[in-house]
């Protein structure tokens, strides 16, 4: 069975940071790119940052020089390094495996707030 169990996220005030960990088990992890998405209320969830099982990232224009996604293949985890953050970045966050499978599904997701 795919999971993906999401944690870090938190009430942070603006210019701070975070780092968000996503474990994922049920499938052999380092063959399979990682993305991280969010989702703010009232809108839909967005591509935030990708990175291939070799190490290879791509990210967001809104989160580039501010983020950095990484992955541990041996503790099958990947993360999100949030810099610099802003309050439009207040969302859930997701991660997921790529490609992904019907019956994958989504994790329970991380909160984050950026508010003073």
């Known amino acids: 069975q795919v999971q993906f169990v999401e944690s870090g996220g938190g009430l942070v005030q603006p210019g701070g940071s975070l780092r968000l960990s996503c474990a994922a088990s049920g499938f052999t992890f380092s063959n399979y790119n990682m993305r991280w998405y969010r989702q703010a209320p009232g809108k839909e969830r967005d591509l935030v940052a990708s990175?291939?099982?070799?190490?290879?990232?791509n990210y967001a224009d809104s989160v580039k020089g501010r983020f950095t996604i990484s992955r541990d293949n041996g503790k099958r985890t990947v993360y999100l390094q949030m810099n610099s953050l802003k309050p439009e970045d207040t969302a859930v966050y997701y991660c997921?495996?790529?490609?992904?499978?019907?019956?994958?599904?989504w994790g329970q997701g991380t909160q984050v707030t950026v508010s003073s």
């Open positions: 997921k495996r790529v490609p992904s499978y019907s019956g994958d599904g």
């Open positions: 990175i291939t099982g070799g190490g290879s990232t």
